[in-house]
């Protein structure tokens, strides 16, 4: 992996550095914390591995700007700061991880490696397809072949279950657990009398339907 290590003692830098490359990673050491904002803010890193306190600029800052960027980099904190608030101020701040000094240099390894097979975080999703069906779930709008349909918030949340889950079956259960956040009577048709008005809406005037019924089981959502 090619990591980042932004420590500015240079004893634990150099030995932490040693270490990382003999397990066989790219590593770049600054000491300084103005050199370090400046590497993530043009270099692409796998990990970036963060003393609390640096000079010129913290630790803290580099990550939240990090983050206000919309870098997803994975960040491991060093600090000699160990106490709980200090930990749970990095984890809110965007780090990944929090290791207090002094540390095992087996654990700094674990961690990093770990973090490494997580990758930068995805982005949230917000936007939905299926065939010639568009769902903007930040919008909260359906549009399909072009033609806005208007749904209400339930209608919304069954389609938005069904696509998201797009080829595979969904049971009534499910339906009833994700879209009602509760149980309901197995027997009750609830689901049904939904499902139903919400086909009128999305297939009625097109071509190819895209709900289609699981005789007994639930319903499949497929644009073919």
Known sequence: MRLLLVEDDARVGGHVAKGLREAGHLVEHVDDGREGL??????????????????NVD??????????????TPVLILSALGEVDERVKGLTSGADDYLAKPFAASE????????????????EQT??????????????????GGRRIDLTDR???????LVRNAGRVVTRS?????????????????????????????DRDFDVPLIHTV??????????
């Open 174 to 202: 499910m339906l009833l657990e994700s879209v009602w956040d509760y149980q309901f009577d197995p027997q009750t048709n609830i689901v049904d009398q939904h499902v139903s008005r919400l086909r009128q809406k999305i």
């Open 108 to 123: 700094l390894l674990a961690r990093i490696e770990a973090l490494g097979r997580r990758g930068p975080l995805q982005a």
């Open 59 to 72: 630790g803290l800052k580099i990550l939240q700007t990090m983050r206000a960027a919309g870098d997803t």
């Open 38 to 55: 400046y590497r993530v803010a043009g270099e692409r890193y796998d990990v970036v591995i963060l003393d609390r306190m640096l000079p």
């Open 215 to 224: 005789r007994g089981v639930g319903y499949v959502a497929r644009a073919a």
């Open 155 to 161: 209608e919304f949340r069954i389609l938005e279950h």
């Open 127 to 144: 936007r939905l397809t299926l065939g010639d069906l568009e769902i903007d779930l930040l919008g909260r709008e359906i549009r399909r």
